[in-house]
């Protein structure tokens, strides 16, 4: 079974810098789907950036980039220029291929943002 | 544009009483989850249809139960609730692409007292 792990249960950054939350997986696929996504306290799941494991580009999304290593099954988010509205639970996620039920969540990780 | 409606956001009930989660979203997706999220943990799916009249359990269904009669409502029953159902619920739906995001709800927080 796909498994993902974020062991990072917390962290902080100072505004305007630059923080990276950690995710690697455990897969026995070639293809796949990764994730980020922020939950603020409002609840609401929104997405913040996908990647698609067989492009070796890694995905940008404005201030959110992410470090694709495939080979190490390791999906990191990283997010530049902190904002306080970055505040939130971040969760990586993994989908499988061909089978749309199978979204795999990590715990996810608690960022706060110091002004 | 609404997307992904989940109602109530809030309910507490007490043991052995029963109730439904409702969920319904207007974006025309055939597949719609629902996870529950644990303190800690992150979100385990309890079931998930492809589309209307068609269910599956995923992970974590024991407790619970769905049904699909139209493409836009996916609601969740509990029976006999316990206190290991309390939890934060999230309904969710996508298109039926693997590489499309899933669309989520607010959530139900829920305390079985």
């Known amino acids: 079974a796909q498994t993902v792990t974020q062991s990072q249960p917390e962290m902080s950054v100072q505004e305007a810098e630059t923080v990276t939350l950690s995710c690697t997986y455990d897969t026995s696929e070639s293809d796949y789907y990764l994730f980020w996504y922020k939950q603020p306290p409002s609840r609401q799941m929104i997405l913040v950036i996908r990647?698609?494991?067989?492009?070796?580009q890694n995905a940008t999304e404005n201030r959110f980039s992410v470090n694709f290593q495939k080979a190490a099954k390791s999906f990191s988010l990283k997010i530049s220029d902190s904002q306080l509205g970055d505040a939130a639970m971040y969760f990586c996620a993994y989908r499988a291929p061909y089978n749309n039920n199978d979204m795999r969540f990590g715990a996810g990780t608690r960022l706060t943002v110091k002004p | 544009n609404a997307g992904v409606t989940q109602t109530p956001k809030f309910r507490i009930l007490k043991i052995g009483q029963s109730m439904t989660l409702q969920c319904t979203q207007d974006?025309?997706?055939?597949?719609m989850y629902w996870y529950r999220q644990d303190p800690g943990m992150g979100l385990k799916l309890i079931y998930y249809?492809?589309?209307?009249?068609?269910?599956d359990k995923g992970e974590v269904p024991n407790g619970y139960n769905v049904s699909r009669s139209t493409t836009e409502d996916f609601p969740l029953r509990l029976e006999l609730a316990a206190p290991s159902q309390t939890s934060v619920y999230f309904c969710?739906?996508?298109?039926?692409?693997?590489?499309?995001?899933?669309?989520f709800g607010q959530g139900t927080r829920l305390t079985v007292v």
């Open positions: 969710a739906s996508s298109y039926e692409t693997v590489n499309t995001e899933a669309f």
């Open positions: 974006m025309n997706h055939n597949y």
């Open positions: 249809s492809v589309g209307a009249g068609i269910t």
């Open positions: 990647q698609e494991a067989y492009k070796q």
